[in-house]
């Protein structure tokens, strides 16, 4: 034989052996969980995360249609149409798209291909998912075959969902990660969201069992990001639907996830409504309104009408037949006197056998288009204000001139808040995207125009193209009790997004730390503030020390959950003091954020904290320092050691391993007050992990970094 030929035979026989040393198990092995286990809420894998096992499967979908971490995420099945046959592959570490190579493999495959695969089992926000092992020479994903048929599941929507779209673990688990088909469903309600360039929809069956078509794949990508994605109307009929079926522990039960859009047959379909348009966003009293949209019908638009109602209460909404000049339509709203506000859709029915009539807004399902009369001009507060639960602003995508005061600077926050002068709510609004606004102060007036943006439920303005200062003056925080914002509430909380805010504590009480871990044993910088240390649930949140492209929060204050802020999102300006239950202080003031369904206060300093008192003045002020562990190797590459010593009084500890994101990849419980325990690392990218030792009744002990190099 050919000396380079057997070289490489040699090489293969071996990276097969090293993987084989590894125990194959079944996509079901992995996946089944029991029923009992169902009924009580759990429906984690069995297998453990430290464990590297083998499986093998069809690949569903071709790589790299996936939105998210670079294609590098697809599913596989047995493909024989058995419960918990489908799982969840993700590639967490870079690599090319050559399948020989070591570390690589995701990106070189297609539909119908059969393949083995090493790694490691690990649960995501409740959604199971494989992770290939970063492993040298061996590659952990390794083609069996190709161009097998890949088949799909037919299952009904109430295996999935009930009509308030809560998932139904005991019949609908078996189905995460697998192809499926549902068939004769109604399209319920059409949401766009990230400023209209992201869409998913609801589909309904007869009985109302509800489940949402989302955008996991680029066969989603709307024509505002690129893509050529029409969605649906609400009112159509989906003959059938085939796609991939989700979960995660975001309260939206069993989600679909279409990969092509061949694989969405329609029945009837209603006229499509788009390009909804207004002549001028903010009109006098004496201005008559012109809406305009583009609408279109295969059978053909046989009318359109717009309805208007004026009020925030009303239900009576007038209809004005709309006319057309080719596909665009359009209707006049009268003037209406200074202060109204004007809600309004429209509807359009079609030349088809039933006459499909579509709706935009789908109103009441939805919530109406509006604005305000304003013969003053617009302020924050038009921007801000919604009487909808939806909380998104009447001027989204749109560009907004307005004044207000700086309560925020890049110097501080290090974000730009402004808020309208002698305005008790709605009055305060983020300001990015612009050098101009950042090199002004608190205090500075301002009049700013840019656009109106909704990210994830939190309203901006961006864009700016114009800042003009016009003086200087004063906002005095608005006064509020903490333990009212423990819960996120239209009514309650809505309203103060944005502004700035002071939080004392209920009468006749301060104000205390009353849980310094709001998220434990995550860690996403966030503590509590309230009147009670016996409610570890009561006050509001506070953010501090942490920034990522979707979270804002001060890298100018010291008051934070763990030390490990002090560099891990930019390097904090002050030292870092870690916040411990029953810390007191009288008062805490600053921004009042909304993310991830959750009010959280941003304070921008130290000075924002008024009189702060620890609890311990013996602690040290820079950590907590309770037992001792050391981690090593520190770098390492396949295994971390820690060595530790805990308090005698430590109960039910644990050792639990994140990454930057706050990310839960490894845990391991600890049943000794001392010893050392090992974990695997060579399931994990290369980078930074932070380790954190709790304990049930003592809380955080103590915590780390190690890094994993390959």
């Known amino acids: 034989m050919n000396k380079k030929l057997l070289s ?15 125990p194959l198990k079944t996509i079901q092995e992995v996946q089944t969980v029991s029923q009992q286990n169902l009924a009580a809420g759990i429906e984690a894998s069995s297998i453990p995360s430290t464990d590297t096992i083998r499986i093998r499967g069809v690949v569903i979908m071709d790589a790299g249609l996936s939105t998210l971490v670079g294609g590098k995420q697809i599913w596989i099945q047995t493909n024989d149409g058995s419960s918990f046959s489908g799982i969840d592959l993700y590639q967490n570490f870079p690599g090319s798209t050559v399948t020989g190579d070591a570390g690589t493999g995701i990106l070189s495959l297609v539909a119908g291909d059969s393949v083995e695969i090493t790694g490691n089992v690990l649960e995501y926000q409740g959604e199971t998912e494989f992770v290939p092992v970063n492993t040298t020479p061996a590659t952990p994903i390794q083609i069996l075959g190709g161009g097998i048929a890949v088949k799909s599941k037919l299952i009904t929507a109430a295996e999935l969902n009930d009509a308030n779209r809560n998932n139904i673990l005991t019949t609908g688990e078996q189905y995460e990660g697998m192809f499926v088909e549902i068939r004769n469903l109604t399209v319920s309600t059409v949401d766009y969201f990230s400023n209209g360039t992201r869409v998913s929809f609801n589909i309904v069956d007869a009985a109302g069992n509800k489940i949402n078509v989302s955008d996991r794949f680029k066969a989603f990508k709307l024509p505002a990001a690129g893509g050529t994605f029409v969605p649906p109307n609400v009112g159509d009929v989906l003959s059938s639907i085939k796609g991939i079926i989700a979960h995660s522990l975001n309260n939206r039960g069993y989600e679909m996830h279409v990969f092509d859009a061949s694989q969405i047959v329609y029945g009837a379909a209603a006229p499509t409504i788009s390009q909804i348009t207004r002549s ?3 009109p006098t009293s004496t201005d008559a309104i012109t809406v305009t949209a583009n609408i279109t019908d295969k059978d053909g638009v046989n009318s359109a009408d717009l309805y208007y109602a004026v009020g925030v209460n009303s239900t009576s909404y007038t209809s004005v037949s709309m006319t057309a000049n080719g596909n665009s339509y359009s209707a006049v709203i009268p003037a209406q006197a200074d202060g109204s506000f004007i809600k309004y859709y429209i509807s359009a029915k079609d030349n088809s056998v039933g006459q499909l009539v579509s709706r935009i807004p789908n109103v009441p399902t939805e919530d109406p288009k509006f604005y305000v009369v304003r013969n003053a001009g617009m302020g924050i507060y038009d921007v801000q204000y919604t009487p909808f639960k939806s909380g998104n602003s009447g001027f989204a995508g749109q560009e907004v001139t307005v004044s207000g005061i700086i309560t925020s600077s890049a110097n501080d926050l290090g974000y730009i808040f402004i808020q309208q002068e ?5 009055a305060g609004v983020m300001c990015i995207g612009s050098t101009t606004l950042a090199t002004l102060a608190i205090g500075d007036k301002v009049t700013v125009t840019g656009t109106v943006k909704e990210n994830f439920g939190f309203t901006r303005i961006e864009a700016i193209t114009s800042v003009a200062k016009n003086g200087t003056g004063t906002i005095t925080p608005i006064v509020l009790v903490a333990d009212s914002f423990r819960k996120y509430s239209f009514t309650g909380t809505e309203p103060y997004e944005g502004m700035l805010v002071k939080f004392v504590g209920n009468t006749g009480s301060t104000l ?3 849980n310094s871990n709001a998220d434990d044993p995550s860690n996403f910088a966030e503590y ?12 509001c949140r506070v953010i501090a020390g942490r920034v990522t492209s979707s979270v804002y929060s001060s890298l100018n204050v010291s008051y934070v959950t763990d030390t490990i802020w002090a560099t891990i999102s930019g390097v904090m300006k002050v030292a870092p003091i870690v916040v411990q239950k029953g810390d007191a202080m009288t008062s805490v003031t600053g921004i009042m954020d909304y993310s991830f369904s959750n009010c959280k206060l941003m304070p921008r300093n130290n000075a924002d904290f008024e009189n702060y008192v620890r609890l311990n003045v013996g602690v040290n002020s820079n950590a907590i320092n309770l037992g001792k562990v050391v981690a090593y190797p520190n770098p390492t590459s396949n295994q971390i050691n820690f060595d530790y010593i805990l308090p005698a009084n430590a109960a039910n500890c644990a050792i639990v391993v994140y990454d930057l994101l706050g990310k839960v990849v490894a845990n391991t419980n600890i049943n000794t007050l001392s010893g050392t325990v090992s974990m695997a690392t060579s399931h994990l990218a290369q980078g930074t992990y932070i380790y954190s030792i709790t304990s049930s009744n003592l809380g955080q002990l103590n915590n780390g970094r190690f890094v994993v190099v390959k």
């Open 280 to 282: 001028i966003k903010v």
């Open 8 to 22: 490489m035979a040699m090489l293969l026989f071996g990276a097969f052996t090293a993987q084989a040393q590894y």
């Open 422 to 426: 002698n305005q008790l709510n709605w």
């Open 512 to 514: 205390k730390v009353v």
């Open 528 to 539: 509590r503030v309230g009147p009670d240390t016996t409610d570890a649930g009561a006050g």
